[in-house]
């Protein structure tokens, strides 16, 4: 199993600039998730899916969106770029929606700058 | 609302030295605790978790974190560290009845000096 596959790893955009970045998991998991990581903030969840066709929000939702059509993918879309999205955005997956008790699995990441 | 504070955010230890690192969380019910590490390069990784039971959880590679409830705390800890301990760490909280948020603290950089 691949796990969680993150694609690109890295990438430049100038500001406006639209793009989608792409996840996808091999482990037929429910939940998916994407966080962006900034320094001193941690990690802060952006958008996640409970299941195929249902999206919702999570703390820093403004400016991306997201679309679950298949249990494996979970693309995460900027329409129009802007500096403040420059960050390290994760993809996390696990078995099932109740996280309590189920362990989330991270991609390798993809750096994004906003010029 | 939830929240998770990490209280050391870089630390610098030498080999062999003993590791504590602070973690609390603020949240009204029953939760459920993780520890995360991400080397250098690589993406994060579990290092250990608490959902019920013995408060004193064992992970890996020699690590360890005590849950204290009337604390609110969930600290890490490592008698004797090792170069390649040099990562960040986040301490994460999810509720244990919550569909879809967990909840990161900042991170804590550690660097072991060889």
């Known amino acids: 199993n691949a796990g969680v596959t993150q694609t690109p790893k890295f990438q430049v955009l100038k500001t406006g600039q639209s793009m989608t970045l792409q996840c996808a998991q091999d482990?037929?998991?429910?939940?998916m998730s994407w966080y962006r990581q900034d320094p001193g903030m941690g990690l802060r969840l952006i958008h996640y899916s409970v299941g195929a066709g249902i999206t919702d929000q999570g703390e820093v939702p403004n400016g991306y969106n997201v679309s679950r059509s298949t249990t494996e993918d979970f693309p995460l879309r900027l329409l129009s770029a802007a500096p403040s999205q420059t960050s390290v955005y994760f993809c996390?997956?696990?078995?099932?929606?109740?996280?309590?008790?189920?362990?989330?699995?991270f991609g390798a990441g993809t750096r994004l700058s906003v010029l | 609302a939830q929240s998770v504070s990490q209280h050391n955010h870089h630390v610098i230890l030498s080999e062999a030295a003993s590791l504590e690192l602070g973690c609390n969380y603020s949240?009204?019910?029953?939760?459920?605790l993780f520890w995360y590490v991400q080397y250098p390069g690589q993406h994060l990784q579990l290092l250990l978790k608490?959902?019920?039971?013995?408060?004193l959880v064992k992970g890996i590679k020699g690590f360890e974190a005590e849950f204290i409830k009337s604390k609110f705390s969930f600290n890490l800890r490592k008698p004797s560290v090792q170069w390649s301990d040099t990562a960040e760490y986040f301490c994460a909280v999810a509720g244990a009845g919550n569909t879809g948020k967990l909840i990161f603290g900042q991170g804590t950089t550690l660097q072991v000096k060889p």
């Open positions: 482990m037929n998991h429910e939940y």
């Open positions: 996390a997956s696990s078995y099932s929606f109740r996280l309590a008790k189920n362990i989330q699995y």
């Open positions: 608490y959902f019920s039971g013995d408060p």
């Open positions: 949240y009204g019910g029953t939760v459920n």
